[in-house]
């Protein structure tokens, strides 16, 4: 099966990177004057999220857009919320988990009403490079084998992580306010992208606990939209991941965060 190759990411950065850097001298030139934005996500700090984002008006109707985004790593948020939406799972089994993650995203805006220069409703397709890295802590794995006198319990260390690419479009409204003051409001869009990665274990196994465990990862083939390829052997665990999906909002981590307050 052929597999999405991430190992031109770093230099996909880079040249983004390097592109942006143009735009700056586009947006200070004289008939763009004062039209660089600098945003910043606050209600992302909450989550232990740090989230940048850079304007430049380069015509009354169009803007270029380059957001930065990164989590170290940390406590999964709103752990208590989770728990109580999946069934038997605790919030003490969930706060044994961690996760990182990093993003960045450029894109294009259009915005539709006659004032422009960065007010009023956009249109924005965009592009996202992420990854995510996450690792659990003592996850308990039940053995009741023939040969055993009575059942017992394993506790593994999983780690892994997933790369993703994805697209799409969404619909937003900036204000601006005394000038030097914006806010931004991400309301609505939709995206379209595909992710692999990898989960392991390491941890020695015999023949008979190999045999539970592949019994116990067996319902992995019953996803529609992921792929999922579980290998045990005598050294552990180790899980291929792949996946597609579309979403009907710009992205679901950031949900509850819409309104960017925006510092220029």
């Not at 961690?98 to 805006?109: G, K």
């Not at 802590?137 to 055993?148: R, T």
């Not at 309301?187 to 692999?196: C, H, L, P, Q, W």
Request: glycine letters at 6%; a neutral charge; aromatic letters at 14%.
């Amino acid at each position: 099966m052929k597999k999405v190759s991430y190992h031109n990411i770093s230099l996909l950065g880079v040249l983004v990177l390097s592109f942006w850097a143009v735009f700056p001298a586009v947006a200070q030139s004289k008939e763009y004057r004062d039209r660089s934005i600098l945003k910043l996500n606050l209600p992302a700090l909450l989550v232990n999220t740090y989230q940048l984002q850079s304007e430049y008006l380069v015509h009354r109707k169009f803007s270029l857009v380059l957001t930065a985004r990164y989590m170290p790593s940390g406590p999964l948020p709103y752990a208590t919320q989770l728990a109580s939406l999946v069934e038997d799972v605790s919030e003490g089994d969930l706060l044994k988990a961690s996760l990182d993650n990093y993003a960045v995203s450029p894109e294009i805006r259009y915005y539709l009403g006659k004032k422009g220069k960065g007010r009023g409703f956009y249109l924005a397709p965009f592009f996202r490079v992420a990854r995510y890295r996450a690792s659990y802590a003592g996850l308990s794995v039940d053995f009741d084998l023939p040969a055993e006198a009575a059942p017992y319990q394993r506790e593994l260390s999983v780690e892994g992580k997933l790369n993703s690419l994805t697209g799409g479009i969404y619909i937003g409204k900036q204000w601006r306010f005394a000038r030097k003051f914006y806010l931004d409001w991400w309301i609505v869009g939709g995206s379209y992208g595909r992710s692999n990665g990898v989960f392991s274990a390491d941890i020695p196994l015999d023949a008979e606990e190999q045999e539970v465990i592949r019994e116990e990862l067996a319902f992995t083939a019953e996803y529609p939209l992921i792929r999922v390829q579980p290998r045990v052997n005598e050294s552990g665990i180790r899980t291929d991941v792949e996946s597609f999906w579309g979403a009907s909002v710009v992205d679901c981590v950031w949900v509850l965060y819409f309104i960017n307050v925006v510092f220029m």
